[in-house]
């Protein structure tokens, strides 16, 4: 079985995260010189504080819903050829297209589709 690369195409990348879902050495020692490049691969625990400075996870209803739809059919893969070890890869990217409608929905009456893009 080979895997594709999902991350091909992205631009804009914000920040790496290998999520395994446990605190157990799941966190990165920043550099001293700055923060991470956007390309390193960073954990669990370093998502957890840097999602209290910049709100990254904000999903949608529907969407968390979806995204753990899939997660659960990804456990019953692995339980079904009796494989324990899994790991989210979540890129943050700059999404150009949601910042322009964004930018464009401003006034009163555009308060709800405003809302709905937050």
């Avoid at 195409?9 to 290998?18: A, T, V, Y």
């Avoid at 692995?78 to 964004?102: G, P, Q, V």
Wanted: with cysteine; hydrophobic share 40%.
């Amino acid at each position: 079985m080979v895997m594709g690369n999902t991350m091909t195409g992205c631009s804009n990348i914000q920040q790496i995260f290998d999520l395994k879902g446990s605190m157990i050495n799941r966190y990165c020692k920043p550099p001293k010189t700055g923060g991470f490049k956007p390309t390193k691969t960073i954990k669990d625990l370093n998502l957890l504080a840097m999602n209290k400075n910049r709100l990254w996870l904000n999903f949608r209803q529907k969407d968390q819903e979806r995204i753990i739809r899939l997660m659960r059919e990804d456990v019953k893969l692995l339980e079904k050829f009796n494989l324990m070890d899994y790991s989210l890869l979540l890129t943050i990217t700059e999404n150009d297209e949601w910042i322009k409608a964004k930018n464009r929905v401003t006034g009163p009456v555009n308060a709800a589709i405003r809302e709905e893009l937050l």
